[in-house]
């Protein structure tokens, strides 16, 4: 079974607009962190947000939010006021047994964002 | 501050051949991996290491070997290298000990096996 589910192979928005980019993942461990990537076309891989499953309040950085709704098992992206250089493919990731001190991620299939002028 | 650097950044073969890709990060980050991209699949680990000569199996090992000698390196080796292993490889390190631990990737080896 999938861990990790990004059910939007690719989306468009205008600039300007907000986006959110869903994030489903599956774990029956209750120490979990949550990530999100973006690799843009240069290829590389950059860290954006990350939750915890313990944490209370969910996870801002700057234009990134997470809308993490744990009974629902959903981690999603929120984009505000996107840009011409938010254009990249998305990456949603799940680390379980943080208790244990694991450290393997695991990816979802990612989501490609066009944003159009 | 030169971070996770990999090499070479391009590498064209031929199936059979034996193929190394070097990986090295300057943060004394306990934690290395490598991952493979294809499209479809996202990134898949397929091994990583804990500490100089601690590594262990990922999700895709097979026709793969590592080594941790030193800290700060972690080559990946093909060792006959085949046309199912085309694929773009990243490198990725982490610090230990923290929750929050956020993976650091390098910039990736595209590799293409003729």
């Known amino acids: 079974a999938q861990k990790i589910t990004q059910t939007q192979p690719g989306m468009f928005v205008q600039e300007k607009e907000a986006v959110t980019l869903d994030c489903t993942y599956d774990?029956?461990?209750?120490?979990?962190?949550l990530f999100w990537y973006k690799q843009p076309s240069s290829g590389e891989m950059i860290f954006l947000i990350y939750?915890?499953?313990?944490?209370?309040q969910n996870a801002t950085e700057g234009r990134y939010s997470l809308n993490f709704q744990k009974a629902r098992k959903s981690a999603n992206l929120v984009i505000s006021a996107s840009q011409l250089g938010d254009s990249a493919m998305y990456f949603c990731?799940?680390?379980?047994?943080?208790?244990?001190?694991?450290?393997?991620?695991?990816f979802g299939q990612g989501t490609r964002l066009t944003i159009n002028p | 501050d030169a971070g996770i650097t990999q090499s070479p950044r391009y590498k064209i073969t031929e199936t059979g051949r034996q193929v190394t890709l070097m990986c090295h990060q300057t943060?004394?980050?306990?934690?290395m991996f490598w991952y493979r991209q294809d499209l479809g699949h996202g990134l898949r680990l397929i091994y990583y290491?804990?500490?100089?000569?601690?590594?262990d199996k990922g999700e895709v090992p097979d026709g793969y070997v590592v080594s941790r000698s030193k800290t700060e390196n972690f080559p990946l080796t093909l060792e006959s290298a085949t046309r199912s292993q085309t694929s773009v490889y990243f490198c990725?390190?982490?610090?230990?000990?923290?929750?929050?631990?956020?993976?650091?990737f390098g910039a990736g080896t595209r590799l293409s096996v003729l």
């Open positions: 943060w004394s980050h306990s934690y």
């Open positions: 939750q915890g499953s313990y944490d209370q």
């Open positions: 990731a799940m680390r379980e047994g943080l208790n244990q001190g694991a450290q393997k991620l695991v």
């Open positions: 290491s804990a500490a100089a000569d601690i590594t």
């Open positions: 774990t029956s461990d209750p120490s979990y962190g």
């Open positions: 990725a390190s982490s610090a230990s000990g923290l929750a929050k631990n956020i993976q650091y």
